[in-house]
């Protein structure tokens, strides 16, 4: 059956809507497939097949080739929807079970698909199509900037215009606290993520995302777009305060004035953007100390001290700069700690050298008592920054003969009294577990065995009050505990502090 006007609605679609012309005509197919199903009583399965270059389309009735149903004393379950094998074979030798057999029947009328589920069944197909050409389109564009016109605000949460009919959503806790957005106003986010739900396709836009600063950054500063200028991280506390790292590729360029700009017309922009948050330009290290220094900045740092273990870094400052160092409500060290990765600790430097002076005595007696040295030979090892017996013992003895007025035979014999002195303690050690011998009380307690009682014991456990300061993942260490028995031991010990 011909009809000119299938050509003309789908090129009417495909046009308007600006998708494929194939998502039209199968959008079409299922709205006749619908109107076909429909004339029947019993339900049918139909196929509709249009000719995409002249509109003609025919109409096929479908059953499901299946196997004999002993259920149904031989015959098909579904009569409508099913054809046995057997039967299917008269017509088709080659046909299997499965597979679905045709027969062609008369076509609705293409004009009777005003019926409103018809209309709705090409509506939804575009819908789809356009859902999906928008996720396609923006899938690729996760990380970027986007820019779009406040088209709405409910409770705290913005939703963006982002122009061709594409929306963005920015939740509450995206959004910049404290923020004036209006209805109307142009404004920048940060795209990152896009997801197709069942609402449609949702477009994630952040307001408070580092990346955005950068993103801006990279906008502003054509250096920083052609690579002169690379962006080594960022930090933002949301329309408050911001650091940005960033190094030079060129050693002609200063990286810092060129983000800031000519009267700092470049940085300008970026706050403004940011509803008035303040931005640091922090230069880059290549070692990690310095760049700690520079990343505190404004603050004067005048010494560190570094705790390569737990990643951790101590930073002392002046009595009169400490409040400048750690910022309103801990603002600046936050953001430092933030933009290195390392966590800083700012402390007095009056205390800090009070304290270091008192770690220097007792490591001073230390190595006079262990190592039987007089006290110059263990001021001297104490200043070049040797901390341990263990450091003596095992560290080069080239870097040992660097100290000034250290000669071979004074560096063979520390390190041979520092051997000597780690094998006595390791000796004295185990004897004490050994001979470590658990209390009547522990002994006693109800859920205690005499072996896990010595084990205890070994380590330093002896009585209950030393159980009941323990917690359960101290003595999951121990053969043979789990959780549950370890939370009942230590309640258990515990039992007379409630008491009393």
Avoid at 314 to 340: H, K, M, P, W, Y
Wanted: glycine share 6%.
């Amino acid at each position: 059956m011909a009809n000119k006007e299938i050509l003309l609605v789908v090129e009417v679609f495909s046009n308007e809507k600006e998708i494929d012309k194939e998502v039209v005509f199968q959008a079409i197919e299922s709205a006749l497939e619908a109107a076909t199903v429909k004339r029947y009583v019993n339900q049918i399965k139909a196929r509709v097949s249009i000719d995409r270059k002249t509109g003609d389309y025919s109409t096929y009735r479908q059953w499901e080739v299946v196997a004999p149903n002993p259920l149904c004393a031989g015959d098909v379950e579904y009569p409508t929807t099913q054809i046995l094998l057997e039967v299917a074979q008269l017509d088709d030798q080659d046909v299997q079970v499965g597979d679905l057999v045709e027969e062609e029947i008369e076509s609705v009328e293409f004009g009777r698909i005003a019926a409103q589920h018809a209309k709705q069944a090409i509506i939804q197909k575009v819908r789809e199509a356009e859902r999906k050409k928008i996720v396609d389109a923006y899938k690729l564009r996760v990380g970027e900037l986007v820019t779009g016109i406040v088209k709405r605000i409910e409770k705290g949460s913005v939703y963006l215009d982002l122009g061709g009919h594409v929306e963005a959503y920015i939740a509450r806790e995206d959004m910049i606290p404290r923020e004036a957005i209006r209805v109307g106003d142009r404004i920048r986010g940060y795209l990152k993520d896009v997801r197709l739900e069942a609402r449609g396709p949702q477009l994630f836009v952040s307001r408070t995302a580092p990346e955005l600063l950068i993103a801006l950054f990279r906008l502003e500063v054509p250096e920083v777009g052609e690579g002169m200028i690379s962006i080594m991280g960022a930090a933002r506390d949301p329309g408050s305060r911001a650091k940005l790292a960033v190094k030079s590729n060129d050693p002609r360029l200063d990286p810092v004035g060129s983000c800031v700009g000519m009267r700092g017309a470049r940085v300008q922009s970026v706050t403004n953007e940011l509803a008035g948050e303040r931005v640091d330009i922090i230069l880059w290290n290549q070692s990690e100390a310095q760049f700690v220094i520079n990343a505190m900045s404004p603050a004067e740092i005048q010494s560190i001290i570094v705790d390569e273990d737990k990643h951790s870094m101590d930073l002392a400052v002046s009595s009169e700069n400490l409040s400048q160092a750690i910022g309103r409500g801990g603002q600046n060290v936050r953001l430092a700690s933030q933009l290195t990765g390392w966590e800083l600790n700012v402390i007095d430097a009056s205390k800090a050298e009070l304290n270091s002076e008192v770690e220097a005595l007792k490591v001073r007696q230390l190595f006079i008592d262990q190592l039987d040295i007089d006290d110059d030979i263990a001021s001297v090892l104490v200043e070049v920054g040797f901390n341990t017996i263990e450091e003596i013992a095992y560290v080069p003895a080239s870097e040992m003969l660097e100290i000034e007025g250290f000669d071979e035979e004074l560096v063979n014999e520390l390190r041979s009294r520092a051997k000597d002195a780690l094998l006595i303690s390791a000796i004295a050690a185990e004897e004490k577990i050994e001979t470590a011998h658990p209390a009547q009380d522990l002994l006693e307690m109800e859920g205690m065995d005499n072996d896990l009682a010595y084990d205890l014991a070994s380590q330093g456990i002896v009585t209950m009050d030393d159980l009941a300061e323990q917690s359960v993942d101290d003595l999951l260490a121990f053969d043979g505990m789990n959780e549950e028995k370890a939370a009942k031991l230590i309640m258990k010990a515990r039992e007379p502090w409630f008491a009393e």
